[in-house]
């Protein structure tokens, strides 16, 4: 009894001597916890929201700080959470002092300069979250070896750290999750990295690592989660990946990994996304099954794995931008939870297995830019789910079947530059959701559906370019159209274009080139006011485009005006240039909201510049250009062309043109090519158009100009050509000097009238003074002969040798 009491009272004495220690303790430390903070606090320049300015006050317990907790045993610091607080400054080396620290986030700051090592020796540390700043420096290489072994998360992505990743990393043993995305990390994947066995997640990406990704990242037996992309990692997938049986995802997009896919790829069954684009894989060779070691394998030929099909959990598979080549497995339609497949821009060919539009749950399906032939199965129908249908550059044949109208989701229809053929399938009309149809470049013929009016509510791109197509564009567009760009160019489409097109307020390119769509210009293009593009040319339009403007600024953003080759007479638009704001003080690196993104990446049109016909893959902000070329057009050239200062193009080539050239174009300060070629103009060439500097191409052949050309060092870069067919003009480049008397001035000959030539070669006054020379000496010569018998020496005359001949043989 008396042992037991003993026993009582000596524990009761340790136990009161350890809480007075750990009073003690924590009353002398609290004050280093508090000197930290306030150390945190002086290196803080920015703090917008006053948090830290206002609360941060050793006037009141730190405890009630906000971003700050404190344990319940020792009262010390336990937690600082001071993210999304928008704060500029540096982080002191004494927060290193906060010894009861388990967690720290910083993150979604402002902090730079380095991370301080004292940092790394926080033993209780189990959560480092510095995140979203712009934190600049290595990281010590020994900074697992000394305080972090209880570390769980290590989060600093998208920093500017840079070096290599240390080797001591693998002694932070318990990490589970590992994030240093978007650094500036060199050097190769570290293999210590595998004995990081506990590890779930692993984020490499948007780094500068090279090499070869380590055999031993196969340990890390309980990760879920790896992503090494935008790297320039080299050589093939490692074979210990294959048997990570708990990887869920995977990604090593844009690299430079290469060799083949392995078949071993259909182990990871508990795969749900693989992303391998814009790599080298090959599909050449892929590995077997069976691997004898890490260092000793055989190849066979083979493709894109058969063995993929036993992913059946896999929901995004990315292998676009590779080098792939063989047919695409038709076991891929046992993925049946595959959503999301990219396979574009790699060597496949064969046609398209009939089980892919077995998924039930495909959204999108991305094969364009490979070699896949033959037709689209009448099992696309089966697809209900697909969104995105992407099948652009290959050669897929045949009509479009008509069952794609139950793909009552789909959004995007992109089959350009194949060889399909047929009618279009008026069961597109069904298509209630679809918000580009893009059909250019194939065999298409026809009439266009005139259903497709009844889309326009969705539909936003319109592309039926460079196929047979004939008729009218019969559609009729609704108040609610969103139509934004519609390119009917190169078929052979007659009448007129519609005017209820004049609904569609958000159009921005409207491109009808190259077909046989006449009557008078569309003067109600003119009220739209987001237009960018305007192409009529090489049709049948006539008449003159002075028509009283029904806007009162007409085409305000328009930067393609594109009218040649037609039939137009009449002065040229004086009105329209005074107001193509989109021509003058263009800007670049403009931003653009997602509706003008999506019509900037489609544009596909072809323009004369610079004397060759150009395809425009894309419209950027400063491109400008008016071609009214190949009309009939008369009179003088406006001088309010030149307060286009941003026109890059000019062509105004084979029309009627007389007068001066105005010096007003030498305004346009970024002009790149000036074609006032086969027209009447005349006088001297302007010399501001010295200050044209940007100035590639010049034609002004075939003209009445005269006088010097133009000495400075632009115009000495033009050639004969540039000048040729105008007698006036003398110096270089011409061989003609000037003071010498210039050769007779030819008729003008106008280039498509052929009668015209005709008659501005023999006026009527020349015509009837021949008539009338003739019908004198016709009677003179017929009374000398009734009068004088035929005189020889005047038969001999007229006839010559014949009348010797006739007179021999009679």
């Not at 570290?190 to 590890?199: A, D, E, R, S, Y």
């Not at 999108?364 to 199965?377: A, C, D, K, R």
């Not at 005139?450 to 326009?456: A, E, F, H, M, P």
């Not at 019908?775 to 005047?794: S, T, V």
Request: charged content about 15%.
């Amino acid at each position: 009894m008396e042992s037991s009491s003993q026993y009582f009272l000596l524990a009761l004495v340790l136990l009161v001597h350890n809480f007075v220690m750990d009073y003690s303790l924590a009353n002398s430390n609290i004050n280093t916890d508090i000197s930290s903070l306030v150390a945190l606090k002086s290196q803080i320049t920015s703090d917008p929201q006053n948090i830290l300015m206002r609360n941060w006050s050793t006037e009141t317990p730190i405890c009630s700080w906000i971003g700050v907790t404190c344990d319940s045993r020792y009262n010390r610091v336990s937690e600082l959470n001071i993210s999304f607080m928008s704060l500029v400054g540096t982080i002191p080396p004494e927060i290193g002092n906060l010894s009861f620290l388990v967690s720290l986030d910083m993150s979604e700051n402002s902090f730079h300069g380095p991370i301080p090592p004292s940092i790394f020796n926080l033993s209780s540390l189990q959560v480092l979250a510095l995140r979203n700043n712009s934190l600049s420096s290595n990281l010590t290489t020994d900074m697992c070896q000394q305080g972090l072994h209880r570390l769980r998360r290590l989060r600093i992505s998208y920093n500017k750290l840079y070096g290599e990743i240390p080797l001591s990393l693998d002694q932070c043993s318990k990490l589970e999750y590992l994030s240093l995305y978007d650094n500036n990390f060199s050097g190769h994947v570290p293999k210590q990295i595998g004995n990081l066995t506990l590890l779930q997640q692993l984020f490499l990406d948007v780094n500068n690592l090279s090499g070869i990704i380590p055999e031993e990242i196969g340990g890390l037996i309980n990760l879920n989660g790896l992503s090494m992309s935008n790297n320039k990692l080299t050589g093939p997938l490692p074979a210990s990946i294959f048997s990570m049986s708990s990887l869920q995802w995977m990604d090593f997009a844009f690299n430079k990994l290469s060799g083949p896919l392995s078949t071993q790829i259909g182990n990871i069954t508990a795969l749900h996304r693989i992303g391998l684009e814009f790599n080298n894989f090959s599909g050449k060779y892929n590995y077997v099954l069976i691997f004898y070691d890490s260092t000793n394998y055989s190849h066979k030929l083979c493709h894109i794995p058969v063995e993929i099909g036993r992913l059946i959990n896999l929901e995004e598979l990315q292998l676009e931008i590779n080098q792939i080549e063989g047919s695409i497995p038709k076991e891929m339609g046992n993925i049946t939870a595959l959503t999301y497949l990219w396979l574009d821009l790699n060597n496949i060919r064969g046609n398209i297995p009939k089980e892919i539009f077995h998924l039930k749950n495909l959204r999108t399906l991305h094969m364009g830019g490979n070699q896949l032939g033959g037709s689209l199965p009448r099992d696309i129908g089966n697809t209900t789910t697909l969104e995105l249908l992407w099948l652009p550059n290959n050669h897929l044949s045949g009509p479009i079947p008509s069952t794609i109208g139950n793909l009552s989701e789909l959004v995007n229809l992109v089959l350009f530059s194949n060889k399909f053929n047929g009618e279009i399938p008026s069961s597109t009309c069904n298509l209630r959701s679809l918000k580009v149809l893009h059909l250019s470049n194939n065999s298409f013929e026809g009439a266009i559906p005139d259903c497709l009016g009844n889309l326009s509510k969705s539909l936003s791109i319109l592309h039926l370019s460079a196929n047979q197509l004939n008729g009218l564009i019969r559609s009729t567009f609704t108040k609610e159209c969103s139509l934004q760009s519609l390119n009917l160019n190169g078929n052979r489409l007659e009448g007129t274009l519609p005017p209820s097109l004049v609904n569609c307020k958000d159009l921005r390119s409207v491109d009808i080139g190259d077909n046989e769509v006449g009557g008078m210009f569309p003067f109600w293009t003119e009220t739209l006011p987001q237009l960018r593009i305007l192409v009529l040319r090489s049709n049948k339009f006539n008449g003159s485009l002075l028509f009283a403007s029904k806007a009162k600024h007409p085409f305000p953003k328009l930067q393609v005006f594109d009218v040649s080759r037609n039939a137009f007479t009449g002065p040229l638009p004086d009105g329209y240039f005074k107001n193509f704001q989109g021509m003058v003080d263009a800007k670049e690196n403009q931003t653009y909201d997602e509706t003008e993104n999506l019509f900037r990446s489609y544009i596909n049109s072809t323009f004369t510049l610079k004397g060759r016909d150009q395809t425009l893959q894309r419209l950027l902000t400063t491109f400008t250009t008016v071609d009214l070329s190949s009309n009939k057009f008369f009179g003088t050239i406006p001088a309010s062309l030149g307060n286009l200062n941003s026109l890059r193009y000019l062509n105004l080539s084979y029309n009627r043109l007389t007068g001066n050239i105005p010096a007003s174009l030498g305004n346009m300060s970024v002009l790149e090519s000036l074609d006032l070629s086969t027209n009447s103009l005349s006088g001297e060439i302007p010399e501001q158009l010295e200050r044209l500097t940007f100035l590639a191409k010049l034609n002004l052949s075939s003209n009445n100009l005269v006088g010097q050309i133009p000495q400075s060092r632009q115009f000495l870069t033009f050639e004969n050509n540039s000048y040729m067919e105008n007698p006036g003009l003398c110096g270089l480049p011409l061989t003609k000097k000037c003071g010498q008397a210039p050769p007779p001035m030819l008729p003008q000959e106008d280039y498509d009238d052929d009668e015209s030539n005709f008659i501005n070669g023999f006026s009527w006054q020349a015509v009837a003074l021949g008539y009338g020379c003739g019908f004198l000496i016709g009677g003179f010569l017929g009374y000398f002969i009734l009068r004088c018998g035929r005189p020889k020496w005047l038969v001999e005359f007229f006839f010559g040798v014949q009348y010797n001949k006739v007179r021999r043989r009679s």
